[in-house]
């Protein structure tokens, strides 16, 4: 058992306190960790409770002994420096809110007969959470980025799905990585790797050549310009208006059979948002569709309800960003007679609102066709 503190008596923690709570975890009593306390720098905060537990001094946790303490903070590097060379502890012994995190879902899942979250456990049992935990590799490729000098944008070079070399434009302020004077792109095929909990294109479930394709959620478009030289049509979804002169570079070799909406896809329409059913006429017979669209795609499918009914499409659609999104999805897809399996593997998405309520291992991409 790890004898821990949490440095931090305010709105980080109390979520953090709350959802362990919420999800039946006993703070006091338990297989995984013992809260020795709450450290705090509130000189009206010392000697309170908080949750139950002692608000205390750093010097005082450092004489009470423990074997991390973890930083609930908003300006946790701040603390963590603090911690580091004002109290001399060892850096080792300072963590951060995700560490906290990965003990509470290790306890909370301690019994689950879920083999692939058993895995994911284990693996947490003796690494630092991420997103895709034991699903992924370290990314080792990197894209060399080029500037192209004209339209003074970078780009870097891109193997689409027929191994022609394609330009993938990015934003001039996109941080990529610095090393020994030059830039580098990380690997954007790592997350589509056969491994990959977010893969979208499989075996038997995949994009065929004259293909119709909708890509909810282009970003930088490593989706779309992989399959663009074989299919006969794409509709490309991005609002983020960040992306708007890359992608115009990117996909301009493309222009003829693309349509480019700034629009985001949901279940009506407005300035801002469109049903995909307004876009895409009856005449079109759309063979695939991927959604990654930031826990909207449940509202994207209900506005596409004709295009599915209408088409035998084969859609990967994203459900880790919601705690709900798996279940509402299956639903709507049954309802327009297509059958649902999901992605291998799990994720832990770290980014949610919710994250301290939930305390959810989830499934990434539920996987759609017609029986």
Sequence with gaps: MIDIYLWGAGHIADLALLG????NICLSSNMTFNIKGIIDND?????????GFKIVSPGEAIEGGFDYIAILMENEWDVSIQAKYGYRIPEEKVKDKYFFLKLLLIEKYSGTKDYEIKKTIEY?????LTMFNQSLPKREHNHPVIWDKKNNLPYI????????IQRMYFPRNYQFTNRDGMQFCE???WEQMPSSPHLYVTSDHGVSE???IVDGGVCEGNFALKYLSIAAKMFLFEPDWWWDEPNYYTFLPFKDKIEYSHKALSNYDSRLTTRLDSIVSQNEKVTFIKLDIEGHEADAIEGAENTFRNNCVKASVCCYHRNDDLE????????????TRCSNGN???LWDEDVWHSLSIRKCVVYASKG
Excluded: P
């Design 20 to 23: 362990a709570e919420d999800n």
């Design 43 to 51: 000189l009206s905060k010392r000697g309170c409770l908080f949750h």
């Design 124 to 128: 947490l049992k003796k690494n630092d």
């Design 157 to 164: 070079e891109f193997e689409d799905v027929t191994n022609q």
């Design 187 to 189: 690997d954007m095929n």
């Design 210 to 212: 004259g293909g119709v």
């Design 328 to 339: 509402l999805l299956e639903r709507r897809f049954k309802e327009y007679g297509y059958e």
């Design 347 to 349: 994720v832990v998405f």
